[in-house]
Structure formats: structure tokens, C-alpha cells
């Protein structure tokens, strides 16, 4: 049979109602006897049953997820930290990924699937300015990306633009000038490879760094794959450089493999920059230095975001973009030359 508030509050040596608002993430609960509960909980194997939850209080306890591939690290990252800052206010995620197609996202926000769910946290890369009039649903919304800004829900995203002249200015002040680019997007104008490409062009006109097009490789989708093609295509052209900004990390480490197995030395050649801090780019050899552009914070933003709409709802005023901080994450592949 299984597990009940019943059995939970016996073995705490609590009531029903002390139990249902340890699970419901109850604010006023003295510590020793939340930790009583819980330790109960776990002891039983208990999980709440989500459809009598909704039925009683008119919320499952459950938020939704959608990314666009979690087969790309930074997006299983992202997932991962939602996750963690979900089930410490009490709730469970159901991920949805959407390929990033747009029909897939709208499809989604319409979804009866949603209705198990109390709120979403949505990271669109298919839709775009023209489909903000979508995100007016009736339950409530978290943003994340560059897709969209300034539509009818909360958006917690990067500083995508500061962060990538940062990273530019870092390879300069090691001494590079003739920087590559790999992963920008062809004609894009919304996103974050247009917004990073961005960041690069201002930093080198503050440099006093003309702007060379050779430079710039092209890609679609951001897999270690496409960032080794670009680069082989960077090399093939002839294009002089050294260094390499990789519009996220596994670009840069799909560039990276490509450029010692044709000779050049990273960084004494070659300085390469990545951009996300994942968790492999500490791992990779030479190890990665990259920009870190706050993905903890995001999450944990988001999370905490949507938990307060979702309890406090029109109370909590208008709709709010947040933006994380950032810092470089000095490691082997762009070390600084003092000589510079």
C-alpha cells in the first residue's frame, strides 16, 4: 500500500495539518519539528500525490521546465540547478524540451499539459519579438533568454553583451589583436549569439581594433561539433589570429581539439575564451577559461520568481527583468602574458 499523511504524521509524532504544511513549504514551522517531518518522509518513502493536492488547494506543487536541448551541456546545467532550487521550496519540475522550434514553444504555451503545473519557467529560442502576444496565458510565467524583451511576464536572463566585451578585453589585455570568433549566426539580430557578437565589436572599437570579417566563423546550433567545424573553416580560409572567442563553451572546445591537432599550441599560439562555465570546461586540457555568466543565480531567480507569483499573484506587482551578474574564469586556455 502506499505511503499516507496518516503514516508521515504518526511516525513524527505530529499532526496531518503539521504535515501538509511541511510539504506545502509552510513558512511558520518551527525547525526541529520541519526537521522531525521530513526525516519521516524519508524514512517512509512518502511523495505527494500531485492530482488530490490540485483538487484540495488548486496547485499540484509542481512547476514546469522548458529548455530547448538538454543534449547541449549548458542547458542540462541550467536544468539541474532549477531543479535543486525547485525541491527546497517543495516543488517538483516536469521538463519539457522543445528543440527550440518555434511552433514546438507556441504549441507549448497552449499545452493542457501546463494545467498539471502551477507556473513555468520557459527559456524560448524559436519565438521572437513578434510572438510576444503568446506569453499573455493565464497561469504564471518566467522568461529566460534573449529571444524576447519587454512581453507581459517576469524575464531573468545574462548580461550577455557586458559579459562578451569583457571576455574580448580580457584576450586584448593578454595581448591579442587578431581575436576569431566562432559560433555567430548569420543575419541574426535577437539572440544570444547577435548579442555576444555585440559585446566583441564594442570591444574592439574601445581598442582601437579594426574589425576584420575573415575573422568571424559561422554556425547553426552550439554543439562541440559545429565549433570544431567553424574552426576548420577559420584555417582552411588562411585566417591569421591569435586567439579564439568561442560564443559558448563547447564551441570553444570543439575549436580547441581542432587547433591541436593542426599544431597550434593553446595558449601560447592560440589563446582560446569560452563562455557558460560548465562544469567540463574546468576538465578539459588545457583547461578552459571562460566567462561565467551567472546560471546559479538564474535559476535560483527564477525559481524564487515564479514561487512568489504563483502564491502572491497580481499582488506582486508589475513584471520585473533581472539580470545576472558575471565574471571571467581565468583557467589554462588564455593565460595572461605579463610581457604584454
Known amino acids: 500500500m502506499s505511503v499516507t499523511l496518516h503514516d508521515v504524521a504518526r511516525v513524527a509524532g505530529v499532526s496531518i495539518k503539521t504535515v501538509s504544511n511541511v510539504i506545502n513549504a509552510y513558512p511558520h514551522i518551527r525547525p526541529a519539528t520541519k526537521a522531525r517531518v521530513e526525516a519521516a518522509i524519508a524514512e517512509l518513502g512518502y511523495t505527494p ?70 507556473g513555468l519557467i520557459f527559456s524560448a529560442l524559436g519565438m521572437g519579438e513578434a510572438d510576444v502576444a503568446s506569453l499573455n496565458v493565464d497561469y504564471p510565467v518566467v522568461l529566460l533568454g534573449e529571444r524576447i524583451f519587454g512581453g507581459p511576464t517576469d524575464h531573468v536572463t545574462m548580461r550577455n553583451v557586458e559579459a562578451a566585451r569583457a571576455a574580448t578585453e580580457f584576450l586584448i589585455a593578454s595581448g591579442r589583436r587578431r581575436i576569431a570568433v566562432v559560433g555567430a549566426h548569420e543575419g541574426e539580430v535577437v539572440g544570444s549569439a547577435a548579442l555576444r557578437l555585440q559585446g566583441y565589436l564594442e570591444a574592439l572599437e574601445a581598442h582601437g581594433i579594426a574589425y576584420d570579417e575573415s575573422l568571424i566563423g559561422y554556425t547553426t546550433l552550439w554543439h562541440r561539433s559545429n565549433g570544431a567545424r567553424s574552426m576548420t573553416e577559420l584555417l582552411d580560409r588562411g585566417s591569421e589570429f591569435d586567439a579564439v572567442f568561442g560564443l559558448n563553451d563547447t564551441l570553444a572546445l570543439g575549436a580547441m581539439r581542432v587547433l591541436q591537432v593542426a599544431g597550434r599550441h593553446v595558449p601560447e599560439d592560440v589563446a582560446v575564451m569560452g563562455f557558460d562555465d560548465l562544469d567540463e570546461a574546468g576538465y578539459s586540457i588545457p583547461s578552459l577559461t571562460t566567462v561565467d555568466p551567472g546560471r546559479e543565480w538564474i535559476a535560483r531567480t527564477a525559481v524564487s520568481t515564479l514561487v512568489e507569483r504563483i502564491a502572491r499573484g497580481a499582488d506582486v506587482g508589475p513584471v520585473q527583468l533581472r539580470l545576472a551578474d558575471f565574471r571571467i574564469v581565468e583557467r589554462e586556455s588564455a593565460l595572461v602574458d605579463d610581457a604584454a
Open 49 to 118: 500525490n500531485l492530482t488530490a493536492r490540485s483538487l484540495r488547494s488548486g496547485r499540484s506543487g509542481a512547476i514546469a521546465l522548458a529548455v530547448p536541448d538538454l543534449g547541449l551541456s549548458y542547458f542540462a546545467e541550467l536544468a539541474a540547478s532549477v531543479i535543486e532550487a525547485a525541491e527546497a521550496a517543495g516543488l517538483v519540475v516536469l521538463v519539457e524540451q522543445t528543440g527550440g522550434d518555434r511552433d514546438r514553444e507556441l504549441e507549448l504555451l497552449r499545452s493542457p499539459r501546463l494545467k498539471m503545473t502551477d
